[in-house]
C-alpha cells in the first residue's frame, strides 16, 4: 500500500527536509542524527509538524498575494 503522505512534487523533499532542521534549530529541538525518531517526545515532533505547516501556508499566501497583482 502506498503511502498517503506521498509528495506531488518528489523534488520538494530535500527543501521540506531542510526547513523541518531549521525550524527545530528554531525551536530549540534536537533532531535526532541516525533519523529515528522513537526517543522523541510527541510534543516535540507536533510542533515541528505543525510550524512547517504554518510556514508552507505563509509561502503559498505570499505567493498568491504576489499573482494577485498581476491580473
Known amino acids: 500500500m502506498a503511502s498517503r503522505n506521498s509528495l506531488v512534487v518528489p523534488q520538494a ?4 527536509d531542510q526547513m523541518k532542521y ?5 525551536l530549540g529541538i534536537s ?10 517526545a510527541t510534543r516535540d515532533t507536533g510542533s515541528i509538524g505543525g510550524y ?13 498575494a504576489g499573482s ?4
Open 68 to 71: 494577485s497583482n498581476n491580473f
Open 52 to 64: 512547517i505547516t504554518r510556514r508552507l501556508v505563509q509561502i503559498a499566501e505570499q505567493q498568491l
Open 13 to 16: 523533499n530535500q527543501a521540506l
Open 31 to 40: 533532531i535526532p542524527q541516525d533519523g529515528y525518531y522513537g526517543n522523541m
Open 22 to 26: 531549521e525550524i527545530a534549530q528554531e
